[in-house]
């Protein structure tokens, strides 16, 4: 299988992005282990149309213009982690979700620990919103692009979910 990429700046760091030639593979983080996502040979491609439109999609997202990503994905991994990283799409925008809810969704509740294995090894960051998920206790816990990553993504998606707010002192 062929495997495309371009790197793209953001605000939380350069970006991987992965494609084959139908749908994004991965996005990956500036300081990513390679061992995490093993994809095998990259051949760069920055016009590569699927990258672009992943790049496009990408950027409407941190200027706060886009809470829902349309790009085909093609996760790489066994059964059960191709199942949690679907489930974390259907995660609501500006939501989160505990490990043992996304444990019950994929009708395994037992499953928390690899459910938690699955999520570190969530080839597509940001769409397939790993960073959505904290511990039962409401803290933000492990990610694989760094926890001050994880609180700048829910902080925008925070901000950006909340209904925009009048000044007290408006005249209508």
């Not at 282990?33 to 941190?62: C, I, T």
């Not at 191709?82 to 043992?100: C, D």
């Not at 597509?124 to 409401?138: L, M, Q, T």
Request: glycine fraction near 8%; charge should be positive; proline fraction near 6%.
């Amino acid at each position: 299988m062929n495997f495309f990429f371009k790197t793209m700046a953001s605000p939380i760091g350069i970006l991987k992005l992965v494609s084959t030639d139908h749908a994004l593979s991965a996005i990956l983080w500036e300081n990513d282990n390679p061992a995490r996502v093993p994809l095998g040979s990259l051949r760069e491609h920055k016009n590569q149309p699927l990258l672009l439109q992943a790049q496009q999609q990408l950027e409407d997202y941190f200027a706060g213009i886009r809470r829902e990503f349309t790009i085909p994905l093609e996760f790489h991994g066994t059964y059960f982690q191709k199942s949690v990283w679907m489930a974390l799409t259907r995660i609501p925008f500006g939501e989160t979700r505990t490990y043992s809810q996304i444990a019950a969704e994929i009708g395994n509740p037992k499953a928390v620990r690899a459910v938690g294995a699955a999520n570190g090894k969530n080839p597509i960051s940001i769409i397939a919103p790993c960073h959505r998920i904290i511990g039962a206790d409401g803290s933000l816990t492990g990610f694989a692009g760094g926890l001050d990553t994880k609180a700048f993504l829910l902080d925008l998606e925070s901000r950006l979910s909340k209904p925009a707010q009048l000044p007290c002192d408006l005249k209508i």
